[in-house]
């Protein structure tokens, strides 16, 4: 069956960095436009990033535009999300999730359909 799942979360300083990692199976992954998505407590979850199928193209939120990096290995069936100069309100849990046959880089969480179980990220002051 499909699956996504995350690793490379974990606990860091203000102003360090963590890369996230999401590795798929089961699907053909270089069909799947592919976001990353992340939850704060008591907040609703929000969109952080989003690559093509290609990779060639990329959209990001702009709390984290400039700071984060998403870039996917078709041939590894994995999606990344570079996080540099990370701060407090950058902590939640954060989600890969995979859009099948959708080309528009889109930001709407209700467009894709395959998600991974989550990465906690906490960002230390």
């Known amino acids: 069956q499909v699956q996504l799942v995350e690793s490379g979360g974990g606990v860091v300083q203000a102003g360090g960095s963590l890369r996230l990692s999401c590795a798929g199976s089961g699907m053909n992954f270089n069909m799947y436009l592919m976001g990353w998505f992340r939850q704060a407590p008591g907040k609703e979850r929000e969109f952080v990033a989003a690559i093509s199928w290609s990779g060639d193209r990329t959209s990001y939120a702009d709390s984290v535009k400039g700071r984060f990096t998403i870039s996917r290995e078709n041939a590894k069936n994995t999606v990344y999300l570079q996080m540099n100069s990370l701060k407090p309100e950058d902590t939640a849990n954060y989600y890969c999730?995979?859009?099948?046959?959708?080309?528009?880089?889109?930001?709407?969480?209700?467009?894709?359909?395959?998600w991974g179980q989550g990465a906690q990220v906490t960002v230390s002051s």
């Open positions: 999730a995979g859009a099948w046959g959708i080309t528009d880089l889109s930001s709407e969480s209700r467009k894709y359909n395959r």
